[in-house]
């Protein structure tokens, strides 16, 4: 249930609300990289270890990834958020006194952002974060980096995005994952999503383009 609270809303469910979860910011970013992290060393052997339809992009556009793969990744993607905030949601509403979802640690901006910020920093902060993401992943996986350590670069820096983030959008450069809990969440989440649709792919695509002017392989 949504509440005003000082201008914009508390979310009584939010994996970022620091009051309700205990492990605060610091222990949700590390949540986040760490699961990417582990991840990509189970399943990148298997498919690349593509959790993200931005990092699909990203990487179809810096030459890494075939085109034709592209929208069967996305919705796989896509399929598997919403799976994931199914089994949240089941797991959530069973908790004593259970009310409603809240925010769902979905993302937003305006009141729904974890700390007020505007529609244009969302949009500026997700673009530039993300194209960042695609450089490091782009970097990491690279001929000439070290082999077998790319996924400890990838998961660290998804953490260092949460850090950097969560206050502003509660972090997405995810838009599947913004898609799974905006579904669930109480307030404007699904209103909102259009953004972290549209600025993921576009600091994707950013990302790809500055690491081939690079000119790295």
Do not use: C
Not at 37 to 46: D, E, F, K, N
Not at 140 to 153: C, D
Request: aromatic share 10%; glycine share 14%; hydrophobic share 55%.
């Amino acid at each position: 249930m949504w509440t005003p609270m000082g201008g914009h809303y508390s979310m009584p469910i939010d994996t970022a609300g620091v009051a309700n979860v205990g492990i605060g910011w610091l222990g949700v970013s590390f949540a986040f990289g760490l699961t990417v992290l582990t991840m990509a060393y189970t399943v990148g052997h298997i498919s690349g270890g593509h959790f993200n339809p931005a990092v699909s992009l990203g990487l179809m556009i810096g030459g890494r990834f075939p085109a034709k793969d592209l929208l069967p990744y996305w919705v796989a993607q896509v399929l598997g958020a919403i799976a994931a905030a199914v089994v949240l949601y089941v797991i959530v509403s069973g908790a004593p006194g259970f009310e409603g979802v809240g925010g769902f640690a979905s993302n937003g901006y305006g009141e729904a952002s974890p700390e007020g910020y505007s529609m244009m920093s969302a949009l500026v902060i997700e673009i530039v974060l993300t194209a960042f993401f695609i450089v490091i992943i782009l970097g990491a996986t690279s001929s000439g980096a070290p082999a077998g350590f790319a996924p400890i670069a990838i998961g660290l820096a998804l953490t260092l995005i949460h850090l950097i983030s969560i206050p502003v959008t509660n972090t997405s450069v995810n838009p599947a994952r913004s898609t799974g809990v905006a579904l669930f969440a109480d307030g404007p989440a699904l209103a909102q999503l259009w953004l972290f649709w549209v600025a993921p792919l576009i600091g994707g695509a950013i990302g790809a383009l500055i690491w081939k002017a690079m000119g790295d392989d």
